[in-house]
């Protein structure tokens, strides 16, 4: 193994507990049926549109408005929370033995840029893979013009993931998927992938 994938929301970032929050938040104002929290990781998805149509009218209240109304929220907030236990001695452990680790991430690059920032983990990651605005859509074609640029081979690449999206991008690009159990999904739903509770886990593994 040459490369490692690792998400950011969910994964790297313990995240999913205040995006729960802001979305019982922006559910009140539309005055719209709540969701527990057991309920928001069963129907937690990509895109985040297809999630959003599951809790929102959006023909009330389009998509585009309720993902500004959120990111308006979220990134401030963000910057409050804590990283995943044992992510960092992870990823510093995959370092020491000469594989690369690279970000890749549906979140928009700038705000990407200002978190790992923030937290003091970017020069962790030798690359940064972002998209360009904020619809978190699909990375896949993201990540496989980043493979194709540095001529990597797929199968020397495993993905680290929190969400049956991660598991998708890693079909689509090719190489193999570790799921996190402890992210925006409900653990019921990674289990036909490989997964992880902690990510001490992962040591021994790849």
């Given at each position: 193994m ?12 313990d ?10 938040e ?173 990510f001490?886990e992962?040591i021994?593994k790849?």
């Amino acid at each position: 193994m040459k490369y490692i994938f690792w998400d950011f929301n969910g994964t790297v970032l313990d995240d999913a507990r205040l995006c729960y929050d802001i979305l019982i938040e922006m559910l009140k104002e539309e005055e719209r049926p709540l969701v527990t929290f057991e309920e928001y990781l069963m129907i937690f998805t990509f895109p985040v549109e297809a999630y959003y149509a599951k809790v929102y009218d959006l023909n009330k209240t389009p998509f585009v408005v309720l993902a500004h109304r959120f990111i308006d929220r979220y990134q401030p907030r963000s910057l409050s929370l804590k990283l995943h236990p044992h992510i960092i001695e992870t990823i510093k452990y995959f370092e020491a033995k000469g594989i690369t680790n690279v970000l890749l991430s549906a979140s928009e690059v700038q705000n990407l840029e200002e978190q790992l920032k923030h937290y003091g983990i970017r020069h962790m990651f030798k690359y940064i893979l972002g998209t360009s605005n904020i619809y978190a859509k699909s990375k896949v074609s993201v990540g496989k013009a980043f493979i194709e640029e540095h001529h990597i081979n797929p199968q020397d690449i495993v993905m680290i993931g929190d969400t049956l999206h991660d598991a998708e991008v890693a079909s689509e690009l090719g190489c193999d998927i570790i799921l996190f159990t402890g992210g925006h999904q409900h653990p019921s739903r990674l289990k036909k992938y490989k997964n992880i509770s902690d990510f001490r886990e992962l040591i021994g593994k790849i």
